[in-house]
Nanobody, 123 residues
Framework: QLQLVESGGGLVQPGGSLKLSCAAS????????IGWFRQAPGKEREGVSC????????NYADSVKGRFTISRDNAKNTVYLQMNNLKPEDTAVYYC????????????????WGQGTQVTVSS
């Protein structure tokens, strides 16, 4: 079964950090770019960050630049999202998704999606 599984979410105070993981099973991530997306209650899903299949290209939403870092370990078939200096507005369900080779602008191009992990930033 081909799937992505997110983990690492939780409750954290403002200013705190979390590291999300996106692990693939049933297929190798070597040829896939991985995007992180999030959806807050009552809002549309939005792109947060993406990393190309080689890891050579990354991009970030303006709202998270300088605070979030995306990385990958193809040997572990896993992509990470390090989130620092978290803010209440970062509260959302975070999803990872896979698209062939390069990051895509349209979410519909992402072939595989995880079930999401909840991140709550609150004091």
């Amino acid at each position: 079964q081909l799937q992505l599984v997110e983990s690492g979410g939780g409750l954290v105070q403002p200013g705190g950090s979390l590291k999300l993981s996106c692990a693939a099973s049933g297929f190798t991530l070597d040829y896939y770019a991985i995007g992180w997306f999030r959806q807050a209650p009552g809002k549309e899903r939005e792109g947060v960050s993406c990393i190309s299949s080689s890891g050579g290209r990354t991009n970030y939403a303006d709202s998270v630049k300088g605070r979030f870092t995306i990385s990958r370990d193809n040997a572990k078939n896993t992509v990470y999202l390090q989130m620092n200096n978290l803010k209440p507005e970062d509260t959302a369900v975070y999803y990872c998704a896979a698209v062939h080779l390069y990051c895509a602008t349209g979410m519909s191009r992402y072939k595989y999606w995880g079930q999401g992990t909840q991140v709550t930033v609150s004091s």
